[in-house]
């Protein structure tokens, strides 16, 4: 058998609802010609996830085995991470910790031919980013000058999205959160607003990651401080009303 349909036999992809699919493709005649597609890349919250298995109706018959190979050292070792049957079409595997796994799969047949061989080097077709560490937010407050409120905030992660971050406040007491419209983002910047009160208001910074970790940050900004004081005229001793006559206590 030719070596490029061997090869062929195996990769891997991506399924359904955040699934993993491994996808065993049939020998076809234009196999050999046609170039392995280069290898998906997935960012994964959960240290747990199945690898479902679809295997051509073609083939099932020919096929004994089917192995998962993993890396964790970008390709430079493998290990058997999995084993499973065209009858039990996934694999379940557990990642020990954070970090990037590729994956390669093998498949045995009836005779106990390995494909693709042993002595071939792993081609990964799926690397998956594991991150279940949400990102840092630190939201200080900068100052309030009667409706008016200012924060400022600094974000922090190796696998951030920073177009999601979202800053939103809230009146003491309040149900709905109002978003703060963000005029320039960065993983540190600050914003001012009209908060249309001059009441203590709560205010939230949340982000998240490209795994979908959420990291948020809430504060309470006090009352605003008025504007600007105007001048204030020196009292006149006739404005101010004597004080009332204190009442004698009466003897017992």
């Known amino acids: 058998m030719p070596r490029g349909r061997r090869e062929r036999w195996a990769s891997v992809g991506r399924g359904l609802a955040l699934a993993l699919a491994a996808v065993v493709a049939a020998l076809l005649p234009s196999a050999a010609a046609r170039a392995a597609p280069p290898a998906k890349h997935l960012d994964y919250k959960n ?24 890396s964790t050292d ?37 005779q106990g031919q390995i ?26 407050p900068a100052g309030r000058r009667g409706s008016r409120a200012a924060v400022r905030w600094e974000v922090k992660d190796e696998h951030l999205v920073l177009d999601s971050l979202v800053l939103e406040y809230q009146a ?8 703060v419209p963000i005029r320039q983002l960065g993983l540190i910047g600050g914003e001012e607003w009209e908060a249309g009160t001059a009441d203590p208001i709560k205010v939230r910074a949340s982000i998240k990651d490209r795994a979908g970790n959420e990291g948020s940050a809430t504060i309470t900004l006090g009352d605003g401080i008025a504007a600007e004081p105007g001048p204030v005229a020196p009292a006149d001793p006739n404005d101010f009303a004597p004080p009332p006559a204190i009442s004698p206590i009466a003897s017992q």
């Open 47 to 70: 240290h747990s996830f199945r690898i479902p298995i679809t295997i051509e109706p073609a083939i099932r018959p020919r096929l004994r085995e089917v192995r998962l190979y993993v």
């Open 74 to 110: 970008q390709g430079t070792t493998w290990d058997v991470a999995g084993r499973t049957t065209p009858e039990q079409p996934f694999f379940t595997f557990k990642a020990q910790r954070d970090g990037e796994y590729w994956f390669a799969v093998r498949t045995v047949d009836i």
């Open 172 to 179: 003491v007491g309040a149900r709905d959160w109002r978003k």
């Open 115 to 140: 494909y693709p061989r042993d002595d071939q080097p792993a081609e990964p077709s799926l690397k998956v980013s594991v991150d279940s560490t949400p990102p840092t937010v630190v939201l200080e």
